[in-house]
C-alpha cells in the first residue's frame, strides 16, 4: 500500500506577499535625510516622504487624490430616484394594460366601464397616492394585475435590500414561504438585538440565530457585535440616503412603502430594526447626507450600497491623511481600498507601510534620548557614503586625475601591495613576494623545495600613505543667512561627507564639528545632521574659534586643521561673563578679539582655511585679510560645490599638498 501526498494549489488571494523580494529602502532614506538636512524632524521627513512616493510609486497624497475622485465620480454620475421611477413605469404598465382591456370587453356593463374609466383617469399625481389608491381596485387586466404587484413585491424587496445587501436579488420571484422566512429572521433578529441592548443573551444565542438565519448573512459575522457593525452601517447609510433626497422624494417613498409586500407587518419589523441599531451604534452617523448630481437612477438597495461606499471612502481619505493622533500606516483598511481602488492601491499601499515598519524596525530611524525620532548611526554611514562618492566624482573631474596613489617610506602601510617599481623605496611584502617567486618557479619546472631565486618581477612592496595625523575642526556658519540663502543643506552634506570620510577612511585622525550662530557650540554629526534652520542674529566666529584652540589643545601631538565655512562678517563675539555682544554692521571690538583668536591658533601652527559663501565684498576683505595673517587659504565655491572644496582642503592639508587618490578614499 503506497501513501501519495497531494498538494492543492490555488490564486494567491492577497496579504503579504511571501516570496516578495524585501522592499528597496535606498530611496526613501535618501530623501528622508535630505529632508532632515533641510530642517525637518525625521518623523516629519519620512511622513512626507510617504505622501509624495517614489520615482516610480505612487504616495499616500495620490491614494488621496483617487478616493476623492472616485467619491466625486460616484456623486456626479447617479440621483436617487431609481425605486419612484421602477415604480412609476410598472404604474403606467398597469395603467395601461387596464385600460386596453377596459376599450376590448364588449361584454362589461357601460357603467361599470365609465367609472373604471374615470377612476384611472383621475388618478392623483402623486405616485404614493396612486398605488395606494388602486390597492383595492378590482383589476380586469390580469397583465395590469401583475404589473401592479410586481410594484409590491418591487418595493418589499428594495426596502429588505437597504438593511440587507443582496435582498432584492434573492427574493426575486419569491414565494409567499420565502415572505414569511424573512419575517421570521427580522422577529427573531429583534428579539437578539433586544436580549442583548439588555445584556441578557449569550454567545448561544448568538449561533443558534446564525445556524437558523445565517443564509440572510453573506458577511458571515462571527459574534453579536460584527452583525450589530455590519447592520448598523448599513442602516445608517440608508438614513443618509433617504436624507439625501428631496422632500417630495422622501415623502412618495414613505408613503409607498406602506406597500411593501402589501405587509405592514414587514415595516413594522424594519423600524423596530432601526430602533435597536440606533440604540446599540449611537456612533454611526444616522443624520449625514450627500449631494447627488447625476443623471443614473439608483434603487433604495443601490443607493444605500453607494452612500456605504462614500462612508466607506471617507474613513480612507481619514486614514490616508495620517493626521490624527497615533497615526500609523498600520491603520488603512487594505481590503476597503482594494474594493474602492482596485488591487494596485493596495499593494501600494501595503509597500508603503511596510517601508515605514523598515524604516522604525530596520534600524534606520530610532528615538533619542528626548523621545524624538532621529537618524540612526546606519542611516548616517549610508548617507554619509553616498555623499561621500558623489563628491569624489567632483573632485574628479575638477582635477583631471583618478586613482593617483602615493606612497612614501615613513608612512603608514594601507594594507596592500603592488609590484615593485624601478626608485620605489618602500618596505617589500615577504610574503606576496615569496609566493610570487614559488610560483614562477614550479611554472618554469623548478622544484621550490631547492632553493629559490628572486626574479626583479617577484617582487612586491607594501603601500603606505604619506600622512601625518591632524586634529580637525569644521567651523560651520549657521547664521539665519545660510537657510535663507539656500547654503543650509549644502552646509550639513559637506559635514556629513568629511565625517564619513575620518571615520572610515582615516580613523587616526580627530574631527569636531563646531557650529557658531550667535553663539558657537559643539555636535556630534547626528545633532548637526537635524539641526533646524533658525532666525539666529550673529555671526560669533570669535567664540567658535575659542572651541576650537581648546579642541587643539586636548591633542597636542596631531597637526591642527581649522576648516571655517561662512557667509558673513563676524558681528558677535563672547564677553567674559558668558554672554554675546552682538552689532551691525560689525563692531571693532569684536573684529579685534576675532583677529587675536586667530591669531593664537595660527601661532600654533594651526592650517587654516576659510570656505566664502556668497558675494558680499565686505566678508571677502575680512577673509582675506585674516587667511594672510595666519598663512591660510581661502576658496570660495558654490554652494553646490561646498563639500568637494571641504573634502579636498581636508585632504591636502593631511597629506602635505601631495597627491591624493579619490578612488581609494572615497570607496
Known amino acids: 500500500m503506497s501513501v501519495h501526498n497531494r498538494s492543492r494549489y490555488s490564486r ?5 506577499d511571501p516570496l516578495a523580494p524585501p522592499v528597496d529602502l535606498a530611496e526613501a532614506l535618501d530623501a ?8 525637518y524632524s525625521p518623523r516629519h521627513a519620512l511622513q512626507e516622504y510617504l505622501r509624495r512616493g517614489g520615482r516610480s510609486r505612487e504616495g499616500l497624497d495620490d491614494l488621496a487624490a483617487r478616493v476623492q475622485q472616485r467619491r466625486k465620480d460616484l456623486l456626479g454620475r447617479h440621483k436617487l430616484d431609481g425605486t419612484l421611477n421602477e415604480v412609476q413605469k410598472l404604474l403606467d404598465t398597469a395603467v395601461l394594460e ?3 382591456q377596459l376599450a376590448r370587453d364588449a361584454m362589461m356593463d357601460n357603467t361599470d366601464r ?4 374615470m377612476q384611472l383617469q383621475n388618478l392623483p399625481r402623486s405616485t404614493a397616492a396612486a398605488v395606494n389608491e388602486l390597492a383595492s381596485y378590482d383589476w380586469q387586466s390580469s ?7 410586481r410594484i409590491k413585491d418591487l418595493l418589499g424587496r428594495e426596502v429588505l435590500d437597504q438593511r440587507f445587501a443582496g435582498m432584492k436579488q434573492a427574493l426575486e420571484n419569491a414565494t409567499d414561504e420565502d415572505r414569511a422566512a424573512v419575517s421570521e429572521m427580522l422577529q427573531d433578529l429583534n428579539g437578539l438585538l433586544d436580549k442583548h441592548r439588555r445584556g441578557e443573551d449569550t454567545d448561544a444565542d448568538f449561533q443558534n440565530f446564525m445556524a437558523k438565519h445565517g443564509q440572510f448573512f453573506p458577511e458571515n459575522p462571527q459574534s453579536v457585535e460584527e452583525l450589530i457593525d455590519a447592520l448598523a452601517q448599513r442602516a445608517a447609510a440608508a438614513q443618509r440616503m433617504l436624507q439625501s433626497m428631496s422632500r ?5 417613498l414613505m408613503n409607498l412603502s406602506a406597500q411593501a409586500f402589501g405587509s405592514p407587518q414587514l415595516m413594522a419589523q424594519l423600524g423596530q430594526l432601526d430602533d435597536n441599531l440606533r440604540a446599540l451604534r449611537p456612533g454611526e452617523d444616522w443624520s449625514g447626507s450627500e449631494r447627488f448630481e447625476g443623471q443614473e437612477g439608483l434603487g433604495l438597495g443601490d443607493g444605500t450600497g453607494v452612500l456605504q461606499d462614500l462612508a466607506e471612502l ?5 486614514q490616508l491623511s495620517q493626521s490624527y493622533n497615533g497615526s500609523s500606516l498600520d491603520d488603512l483598511d487594505l481590503d476597503a481600498l482594494a474594493r474602492q481602488l482596485g488591487q494596485d492601491a493596495a499593494v501600494t499601499a501595503r509597500t508603503l507601510a511596510e517601508i515605514e515598519k523598515a524604516m522604525h524596525d530596520g534600524g534606520y530611524l530610532q528615538r533619542g534620548a528626548d523621545g524624538d525620532l532621529r537618524l540612526s548611526p546606519q542611516s548616517m554611514r549610508r548617507l554619509g557614503r553616498a555623499l561621500l562618492r558623489d563628491t569624489a566624482k567632483q573632485l574628479s573631474s575638477r582635477q583631471g586625475r583618478r586613482d593617483t596613489r602615493v606612497a612614501g617610506a615613513a608612512g603608514e602601510q594601507t594594507g596592500s601591495s603592488r609590484p615593485w617599481e624601478f626608485g620605489d623605496a618602500e618596505p617589500w611584502d615577504v610574503t606576496r613576494t615569496i609566493t610570487n617567486a614559488i610560483r614562477r618557479t614550479i611554472a618554469d619546472g623548478g622544484d621550490p623545495g631547492h632553493g629559490l631565486r628572486l626574479a626583479a618581477d617577484d617582487i612586491e612592496v607594501a603601500e603606505t600613505e604619506a600622512r601625518t595625523q591632524a586634529a580637525v575642526v569644521l567651523l560651520v556658519d549657521v547664521s539665519f543667512s545660510m537657510a535663507a540663502q539656500g547654503r543650509w543643506v549644502p552646509m550639513k552634506r559637506t559635514a556629513l561627507a568629511l565625517h564619513h570620510l575620518i571615520s572610515t577612511r582615516f580613523r587616526g585622525d580627530r574631527l569636531q564639528l563646531i557650529t557658531f550662530g550667535r553663539y558657537a557650540q559643539t555636535m556630534d554629526i547626528g545633532e548637526l545632521t537635524a539641526l533646524p534652520a533658525f532666525r539666529s542674529k550673529g555671526t560669533n566666529l570669535h567664540h567658535g574659534l575659542l572651541l576650537a584652540g581648546r579642541f587643539f589643545r586636548k591633542h597636542p601631538s596631531m597637526q591642527p586643521v581649522l576648516l571655517v565655512v561662512t557667509d558673513g562678517e563676524p558681528t558677535a563675539h563672547l564677553l567674559a561673563d558668558g554672554e554675546t555682544w552682538f552689532d551691525y554692521p560689525p563692531d571693532p571690538e569684536t573684529i579685534r578679539i576675532t583677529v587675536a583668536e586667530l591669531d593664537r591658533l595660527g601661532r600654533a601652527g594651526t592650517q587654516v582655511t ?4 556668497g558675494d558680499d565684498p565686505g566678508l571677502e576683505r575680512f577673509v582675506q585679510r585674516m587667511a594672510r595673517r595666519v598663512g591660510g587659504r581661502v576658496v570660495a565655491p558654490d554652494a553646490g560645490d561646498l563639500g568637494a572644496a571641504v573634502v579636498g582642503e581636508y585632504l591636502r592639508a593631511h597629506f602635505r599638498g601631495r597627491p591624493y587618490g579619490d578612488a581609494d578614499w572615497a570607496k
Open 12 to 16: 494567491y488571494r492577497g496579504g503579504p
Open 32 to 39: 528622508v535625510a535630505e529632508d532632515v538636512m533641510a530642517g
Open 98 to 100: 387596464e385600460r386596453k
Open 114 to 117: 365609465a367609472f373604471r374609466e
Open 143 to 149: 397583465t395590469a394585475r401583475e404589473a401592479y404587484e
Open 248 to 252: 417630495e422624494q422622501r415623502e412618495e
Open 314 to 318: 471617507d474613513e480612507l481619505s481619514e
Open 610 to 613: 576659510f570656505f566664502r559663501l
